[in-house]
């Protein structure tokens, strides 16, 4: 069984940085693409941030320059670094990885069970 577990949720203030961590855990053989996903209250979820096996990175336009997703291959763990944080930023995080399993062919998408993160003064 395959787990994502987010954490470095949390209540920031406006213009202030966060950290957020998603680390995979249980059996498999490797990861192949992983990605943050926010879904605000009303909203549809969005996809935030993309990093390929070869860490090439995309960003949807409103977090440019803003957040940084990178990952760590020996932790099995992406990570959202979240600076100049606006009240728009306010949603529930969520991080997605396709993984590689015995006995599977191709890969298999996986969520995590999200991670609230709330801009406000």
């Known amino acids: 069984q395959v787990q994502l577990v987010e954490s470095g949720g949390g209540l920031v203030q406006p213009g202030g940085s966060r950290r957020l961590s998603c680390a995979a855990s249980?059996?498999?053989?490797?990861?192949?693409?992983m990605a943050w996903y926010r879904q605000a209250p009303g909203k549809q979820r969005e996809l935030v941030a993309h990093?390929?096996?070869?860490?090439?990175?995309t960003y949807i336009g409103s977090v440019k320059g803003r957040f940084t997703i990178s990952r760590d291959h020996a932790k099995d763990t992406v990570y959202l670094r979240m600076n100049s944080l606006k009240p728009e930023d306010t949603a529930v995080y969520y991080c997605?990885?396709?993984?590689?399993?015995?006995?599977?062919?191709?890969?298999?998408?996986?969520w995590g069970q999200g991670t609230q993160v709330t801009v406000s003064s």
């Open positions: 990093i390929s096996a070869g860490s090439v990175t």
């Open positions: 997605k990885a396709y993984i590689r399993q015995r006995l599977v062919t191709g890969l298999l998408p996986y």
């Open positions: 249980g059996q498999f053989l490797g990861i192949d693409n």
